[in-house]
């Protein structure tokens, strides 16, 4: 039973660094698109 903790350790810093690249992931996602249907040109233009 000793041998699962280190595995199961593992498994949540899997699972958390998967939940912040898609809530990262998901702030660029958002930037970008704003980033591209702005109105303004100098703003797009970038």
């Keep these: 039973m000793n041998e699962l903790q280190p595995l199961a350790s593992a498994a ?3 699972v958390g660094l998967a939940v912040c690249a898609l809530i990262l992931g998901l702030i660029l996602a958002m930037l970008f698109a704003v980033w591209e249907s ?3 040109k100098a703003v797009s233009w970038l």
């Design 12 to 14: 949540g810093m899997t």
């Design 38 to 40: 702005s109105r303004w």
